[in-house]
């Protein structure tokens, strides 16, 4: 699931996961919770998560590996908020590789910058997230999607598994929209 911060991954990728039988994964959550339980990892990591930038990328691509290897009875996975750099989507295809595994689907939410400002700050009322409720932060993350994540949307092209969808509407539109590019490969 792709798409620039505030794009709705993380609430469409839930829904998805459950309807398909997926193990959701998101490093953001992920790394929220070594904030949130104050590991070495997570007080390290803070002051970067804090600006808005990206961690390492052999931090999210361990968190991965370790979850991917973890897993048992789901059909798949549904990568939320990862790949962000091209490096990690390399990673992620050799990680998938040597399991006999592959992308199957690469879904670009696509929302403007003016919508997505406007809903990270409502989200900050209720997700309490420091990087949401300033709004220097919330330019930074989107600056930062724009210069190493979106070049990852060429690697999926290229690979023929992207697919663009408008990500402005009612939850429940967005989601039929993703559902109808699911239902393409399943
Ligand atoms: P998110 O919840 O996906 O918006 O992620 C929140 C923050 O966690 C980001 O602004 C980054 O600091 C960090 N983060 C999450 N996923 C990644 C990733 N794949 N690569 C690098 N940093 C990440």
Known sequence: ?????????????????????LLHLSTGDMLRAE????????????AIMAAGELVPDDVVIAMIA??????????????????RTVEQ?????????ERGMKID???????????????MKKRAL???RADDADEA???????????????VIEFGRRAGVSRM???????????SRLCSQVETII
């Open 35 to 46: 904030l949130a339980a104050g590991t070495e990892l997570g007080r390290k990591m803070s």
């Open 126 to 128: 209720v997700s309490g």
């Open 66 to 83: 370790q979850k991917i290897d973890s897993t048992t009875g789901k059909a798949g996975f549904i990568f939320d908020g990862f790949p």
């Open 105 to 119: 689907l690469m879904l670009v939410l696509e929302v403007n910058d003016a919508e997505l400002t406007d809903r």
């Open 1 to 21: 699931m792709f798409g620039p911060p505030g794009s709705g991954k993380g609430t469409q990728s839930v829904t998805l996961a459950e309807k398909y039988n």
């Open 89 to 97: 989507a390399d990673a992620l295809q050799v990680m998938l590789k």
């Open 137 to 151: 932060v919330i330019k930074n993350r989107i600056a930062v999607y724009q210069a190493k994540t979106e070049p």
């Open 165 to 175: 969808v408008d990500g402005v509407g009612s939850i429940d539109e967005i989601f």
